[in-house]
């Protein structure tokens, strides 16, 4: 029962995660969809619990993928594109520094 419960979490976040990732682009929005739904029915009848807890892991470093790292882009010439990144992948510009800090 609660196993059922975490499929089903699983199943939401997933389908959450599509509608922001892929947001007002319904062809790539229907694909997600599809393949969700596709890879959920597929493994729907599976009794093994190691395979399951495999397929869970699955579902959520794909969903983890999904949030941190698409970033849509927009076609703006033949050979240009806009990316549209969400706020949430936006992250402070830390400057990098090559020389190491002294210890007093």
Known sequence: R????EILKLFRALHRTRQQVF???ARALEAARQKINEE???HQDETSSERIAELMKIGSDV???LRTSVIQGLHTGSDSLMLIPRKDL???????CDSPTRKL
């Open 23 to 25: 947001k007002n682009d």
């Open 40 to 42: 959920f029915r597929n």
């Open 90 to 96: 936006l992250l402070d510009n830390v400057p990098y």
């Open 2 to 5: 609660g196993r059922a419960i």
């Open 63 to 65: 969903e983890f993928l």
